[in-house]
């Protein structure tokens, strides 16, 4: 059985970092694209960012050059080093898993990945 649990959401002040977490288990992590996704009242859940194979990273606009992703596979765990937070990043934020040996073409598409977590809420306060 296959589960993806977040942590490390809360409560910031514009400006501040947060670091998120996502512990995978039940799956070949190594095999796996791990990406976050996010999701604010009213809105579409919004790609946020991805790896693959470990090196391979992307990100969505609106996070490029503030967030960061990264993985320790001896841990099965992928983490989101958010910074520079702003009022708009306030949302839900979803860990996802997809299998890497599918075509990247959709990669950012929420139908792309397999396995969900719970998400974990992330508030910015301006």
């Known amino acids: 059985q296959v589960q993806l649990v977040e942590s490390g959401g809360g409560l910031v002040q514009a400006g501040d970092s947060l670091r998120l977490t996502c512990a995978a288990s039940?799956?070949?992590?190594?095999?796996?694209?791990m990406a976050w996704f996010r999701q604010a009242p009213g809105k579409e859940r919004e790609f946020v960012a991805a790896?693959?194979?470990?090196?391979?990273?992307y990100y969505g606009d609106s996070v490029k050059g503030r967030f960061a992703i990264s993985t320790d596979n001896a841990k099965n765990t992928v983490y989101l080093q958010m910074n520079s937070l702003k009022p708009e990043d306030t949302a839900v934020f979803y860990c996802?898993?997809?299998?890497?040996?599918?075509?990247?073409?959709?990669?950012?598409?929420?139908?792309?990945?397999?396995?969900w977590g719970q998400g974990t809420q992330v508030t910015v306060s301006s």
């Open positions: 996802a898993a997809g299998i890497s040996s599918r075509s990247i073409a959709d990669l950012r598409r929420r139908n792309w990945y397999d396995y």
């Open positions: 039940g799956l070949t992590f190594s095999r796996y694209t």
């Open positions: 790896i693959r194979w470990s090196d391979s990273t």
